[in-house]
């Protein structure tokens, strides 16, 4: 069975991302982005909700056609526009980019997506990873921690009634002082009490 993997950058601070959404601080090279590639090359679908779909639809669909382009940056674009996706949105009626539209996560069709053929499911977005995890449909946590203190922002992990106990698998340092801390959940939830 595959598995479902959550993965995000956050700042050594525990930020997701800017107070205006921004992400500009990642530190993320030619190293880095051809990590993502080589693992996400095998996936089978991205997961995500409409705010990261849309982020993500806004550049990579066309990435590959500027000349500025690296190599990685070329590669993922291919990557993501053959990528199954799933969005969850209770307000978009249609889209593109080979992606499926989900009103709301249903815990019986997500485990039967996880139970169908291919490689790995990856959840991008931290609205929709809290609710993956409330249901207890995360694996696997990837977390690259990037080397800057941006003060304030959104948190990468918001509040939540259960405890999710995790057991380090995999740690990787990159040029950039880039930190992956990859977690498999290693016990069941626990609800605090």
Same mark, same amino acid.
């Given at each position: 069975?595959?598995?479902?993997?959550?993965?995000?950058?956050?700042?050594? &601070?525990?930020?997701?991302?800017?107070?205006?959404?921004?992400?500009?601080?990642?530190?993320?090279?030619? %190293?880095?982005?051809?990590?993502?590639?080589?693992?996400?090359?095998?996936?089978?679908? !991205?997961?995500?909700?409409?705010?990261?779909?849309?982020?993500?639809?806004?550049?990579?669909?066309?990435?590959?056609?500027?000349?500025?382009?690296?190599?990685?940056?070329?590669?993922?674009?291919?990557?993501?526009?053959?990528?199954?996706?799933?969005?969850?949105?209770?307000?978009?009626?249609?889209?593109?980019?080979?992606?499926? $539209?989900?009103?709301?996560?249903?815990?019986? %069709?997500?485990?039967?997506?996880?139970?169908?053929? =291919?490689?790995?499911?990856?959840? #991008?977005?931290?609205?929709?990873?809290?609710?993956?995890?409330?249901?207890?449909?995360? &694996?696997?946590?990837?977390?690259?921690?990037?080397?800057?203190? $941006?003060?304030?922002?959104?948190?990468?992990?918001?509040? %939540? &009634?259960?405890?999710? &106990?995790?057991?380090?698998?995999?740690?990787?340092? !990159?040029?950039? =002082?880039?930190?992956?801390?990859?977690?498999?959940? #290693?016990?069941?939830?626990?609800?605090? =009490?």
């Amino acid at each position: 069975m595959r598995k479902i993997i959550f993965s995000l950058s956050v700042s050594l &601070d525990g930020f997701f991302e800017g107070p205006d959404g921004e992400i500009d601080w990642h530190v993320v090279d030619d %190293e880095l982005h051809q990590h993502f590639n080589s693992w996400l090359a095998g996936a089978g679908g !991205f997961l995500t909700g409409r705010r990261t779909h849309s982020l993500m639809a806004g550049f990579w669909p066309t990435a590959d056609r500027d000349p500025a382009s690296t190599g990685p940056v070329v590669e993922f674009a291919g990557i993501w526009r053959d990528m199954p996706k799933v969005v969850y949105s209770r307000t978009w009626e249609s889209t593109d980019w080979n992606t499926t $539209i989900a009103r709301e996560v249903v815990v019986d %069709e997500v485990l039967a997506l996880k139970a169908s053929p =291919g490689g790995n499911l990856v959840v #991008g977005g931290p609205d929709l990873a809290s609710t993956f995890r409330r249901h207890g449909l995360i &694996d696997e946590y990837r977390v690259y921690v990037h080397p800057v203190l $941006i003060g304030r922002g959104r948190p990468a992990f918001g509040p %939540e &009634d259960r405890r999710t &106990d995790l057991d380090l698998i995999e740690t990787r340092t !990159f040029g950039t =002082g880039v930190v992956l801390l990859r977690y498999r959940v #290693g016990g069941r939830l626990l609800s605090r =009490g």
